[in-house]
């Protein structure tokens, strides 16, 4: 009688939509995920944030990049 079977969860959650109906408990949800949402963005620190702001910097003199060039044909 230490754990419940898959029977009680069952029977828990026919309880619980039955009283809270599917619209409240789906609202619930999305609250609860953009509170999660909200807490981890306010835990980042503002390093984390000024990183992701800065542009890529472009490469000055001495750098390779590799690439591939084609040539453009017209069509007329």
């Known amino acids: 009688m230490g754990s419940f079977s898959i029977w009680h969860w069952l029977i828990v959650l026919l309880v619980v939509v039955?009283?809270?109906g599917t619209k409240k408990l789906r609202n619930l949800g999305t609250d609860l995920g953009s509170a999660v949402?909200?807490?981890k963005d306010g835990m980042?620190?503002?390093?984390?944030?000024?990183?992701?702001?800065?542009?890529?910097?472009?490469?000055?003199?001495?750098?390779?990049?590799?690439?591939?060039?084609?040539?453009?044909?017209h069509k007329t």
């Open 18 to 20: 039955l009283v809270f």
């Open 37 to 39: 949402k909200g807490f």
């Open 44 to 73: 980042k620190t503002e390093e984390d944030k000024s990183e992701q702001a800065k542009p890529e910097i472009p490469p000055t003199t001495g750098q390779t990049i590799e690439g591939e060039a084609r040539k453009e044909s």
